[in-house]
């Protein structure tokens, strides 16, 4: 049989040895009240010291109550009357504790961590026996000679147990100060005389069931490591540092919150898991929002946590990295501060910032997600042998926890365990849809749909286009490989400029990188990011580059001189503000990890500062006839009917690209209402259209169709 068995088993002898004990007193009690009350004559045996009861009841009438077999009637039953010795004897076997040993009985070892007297964890014993032994309730009736009265009460504890002490009413004592008992008293009824019931989580606890109480289980999660994950060096050293320094502390009071600073969350959480694993301890974790912003609540979720904690081996992880300590509301921010400076117990917090902390010692570490080589090396080992050239790719792309590295291998193998062909592929479509960014209503995602063979550039443009997507491909190669990433910690990012008139281009080769990387494209929405009010727009970008930071996406700033403007000579504090949004986005482009494209047809316009940040400049010129005769023979898909288009001279149309495609769907409208192929008359007119709507110069002769085109079509 287990140990947990034989403790459970050797519990419940206790608990029917004790309660039967209890049984045993209130029979005793309930005689020598039946004897005073009919004038019988009793058995006296010897009493307590009546000093407390003197001072307790002195100016009044009422008898002190004696100890060991109390007075009884001369006619009870002889086996009811055991010798006082004896009962002394049973009382200090059943109440003692030997301090340290984790095999004693549940009540004893509850009595021990919360600090409870004799008489307190007898009187707790009167509470939790009205829940196991139906014969209580009308046992404290008998002995309160009241059958309205089946319930235990202060007073009848005070004149049933040995060594009654008044203090234990009080709420600092641990019954009421750690709730064990619940007291109902209503009206102007005295706490002496007033119901009370034990604790439904302490009743268990007694009985041997020891769980979180509900009470807070609806709040908290258990926080489990992901199975099987190592932690990297990196991260290792961050345990044994917790580790260390919490078994340093001597007292509850020195215990330090643990503050884990960083954006990466599931780091955080896996370095909290694997402290609470070493430390033999259950890690749970709650949201900040959860923490009860009302100060008796707050009060009682405290109490509860901290009785849970002397109970349980256990210990808080709380989530506040949504949460700026100086930005959240005032009242909860209040309690959240309150909170940590009151709160007991093995507390790791998750920040974005330092929290302060009044009452405790706070260890604020920084955890930064797994180095590139250090994700490299997890890829490795999820994926076996044979895999250096994915896990480069992966580790190069996109910025993991080890948690997620697992979680995405695992899943990506039960998917399809027999097609290993496409596991690369499934783990790169997994990989884009954890890192696809929170952006909220700041950005949006543009499906990419052109390739190279879509898109009309001069060759040298090309080349560039080419350059930039080969230098995404090849960032673990040369920043890791070739330890370019341990001579500069800035300028690790991708960033280019779009440069050209509207229609040139520019948003179609953003697609056609991204749609060669298989990368998500987000194109940023100024409206939303831009903001009247100060400092909002910096926060704003900050959200963005945070969201884009694992790597799963392209950061796409169309008409970029709205954002990244010359700063202007500070005239008045709206200058300066301005200015400020400048500097913070010159910052945050310089530290920026992924590819970030430009987009302005004011290249101009442009702060200077951001030209140095910008490792390509690819200029979007307005398109030669050459360049607009591929775009119309491009522009049509193949399932369109074409009816003999003269290219040549729809290339003599000074259009771009833009306008271009906006002719052949507006043409191709035209051409389904008429039922028949797309001729050169339809293209002809909706050139017309365009060419007005942009104000440009028509010449007539230009849109009429020649006689012989005119009867073939």
Not at 67 to 95: M, V, W, Y
Not at 290 to 310: D, K, M, Q
Request: proline residues 6%; charged residues 20%; contains cysteine.
């Amino acid at each position: 049989m287990s140990d947990a068995a034989n403790w459970q088993g050797s519990n419940a002898r206790y608990l029917a040895e004790a309660i039967s004990w209890l049984r045993l007193r209130l029979e005793c009690h309930s005689s020598r009240t039946t004897a005073t009350t009919f004038g019988l004559p009793p058995v006296t045996l010897k009493r307590e010291p009546r000093s407390f009861w003197q001072r307790l009841f002195k100016g009044t009438s009422v008898e002190p109550p004696s100890s060991g077999p109390i007075l009884l009637p001369s006619n009870a039953p002889s086996k009811t009357l055991p010798a006082s010795a004896q009962e002394a004897r049973q009382a200090a076997n059943l109440f003692s504790t030997q301090p340290g040993s984790q095999m004693q009985p549940a009540l004893l070892l509850l009595g021990q961590r919360l600090g409870l007297s004799r008489f307190e964890v007898q009187t707790l014993l009167l509470g939790v026996a009205m829940e196991l032994d139906t014969s209580i309730a009308g046992l404290c009736a008998r002995a309160q000679d009241d059958p309205g009265r089946p319930f235990p009460t202060f007073a009848l504890a005070l004149s049933l147990f040995d060594q009654p002490a008044w203090d234990a009413l009080s709420p600092e004592r641990p019954l009421r100060y750690w709730r064990l008992i619940e007291i109902n008293q209503p009206g102007a009824q005295p706490l002496t005389s007033s119901p009370f019931r034990a604790d439904e989580r302490i009743v268990n606890y007694v009985k041997g069931l020891n769980y979180l109480d509900d009470r807070l289980a609806h709040l908290l999660s258990p926080l489990d490591a992901a199975e099987g994950v190592e932690l990297p060096g990196s991260q290792s050293v961050l345990v044994e540092t917790i580790v260390g320094r919490l078994k340093q502390a001597t007292t509850a009071q020195s215990l330090p919150i643990i503050q884990l600073l960083g954006g990466d969350g599931s780091s955080k959480q896996l370095v909290a898991s694997q402290v609470g694993h070493a430390l033999g301890m259950r890690m749970y974790q709650i949201s900040a929002e959860s923490i009860p912003v009302n100060s008796a609540e707050l009060e009682t979720f405290g109490r509860l946590w901290h009785r849970e904690c002397l109970l349980l081996p256990i210990a808080l992880y709380l989530e506040a990295y949504e949460l700026d300590a100086g930005a959240t509301s005032e009242s909860h921010s209040a309690a959240i501060h309150r909170f940590l400076s009151r709160a007991e117990g093995i507390v790791i917090l998750d920040g974005r910032d330092v929290w302060p902390v009044s009452g405790r010692p706070t260890l604020p570490l920084d955890v930064a997600k797994p180095s590139p080589a250090e994700q490299r090396a997890a890829w490795e080992s999820s994926l076996g042998a044979n895999s250096t050239e994915k896990s480069a790719r992966f580790a190069g792309q996109f910025n993991l926890s080890l948690s997620s590295i697992h979680e995405i291998t695992r899943a990506a193998l039960l998917e399809a365990p027999d097609d290993l062909g496409g596991l690369e592929e499934r783990i790169w479509s997994a990989c884009l849809a954890r890192t696809r960014p929170r952006m909220d209503m700041l950005a949006e995602r543009l499906e990419p749909c052109a390739t190279w063979a879509d898109i009309v550039l001069p060759e040298t443009e090309v080349q560039l286009l080419r350059q930039i997507a080969a230098q995404v491909g090849q960032r673990s190669t040369v920043y890791d490989n070739w330890g370019f990433r341990q001579k500069m910690n800035r300028g690790l990012g991708i960033t280019a400029l779009f440069a050209g008139d509207s229609g040139t281009g520019k948003t179609m080769a953003a697609e056609v990188i991204a749609n060669d990387l298989k990368l998500n494209l987000y194109r940023i929405d100024l409206s939303a990011v831009v903001s009247k009010y100060i400092g909002e727009t910096e926060k704003n970008l900050r959200r963005l580059f945070d969201a884009a930071e694992n790597g799963g996406g392209i950061l796409f700033f169309d008409e970029a001189d709205a954002l990244f403007g010359k700063r202007s000579e500070v005239k008045d504090s709206h200058d300066r503000y301005a200015n400020i949004e400048i500097n913070y986005l010159l910052q945050r482009m310089e530290t920026y990890r992924g590819l970030a494209i430009l987009a302005s047809n004011m290249k101009s316009s442009l702060d200077t500062a951001f030209m140095r940040r910008l490792r390509f400049i690819v200029n979007f010129a307005f398109p030669g006839p050459r360049e607009r005769k591929a775009i119309w023979q491009k522009v049509f898909p193949p399932q369109v009917p074409v009816d003999s288009l003269d290219y040549d001279r729809l290339a003599r149309l000074n259009l771009t690209g833009g306008s271009i495609r906006n002719i052949a769907v507006n043409a191709a409208f035209m051409a389904a209402q008429a039922k028949t192929a797309l001729n050169m008359t339809l293209v002809l007119n909706a050139a017309r259209t365009e060419c007005r709507k942009l104000d440009l110069p028509i010449n007539e002769a230009d849109f009429r169709v020649k006689p012989a085109m005119a009867a073939t079509a």
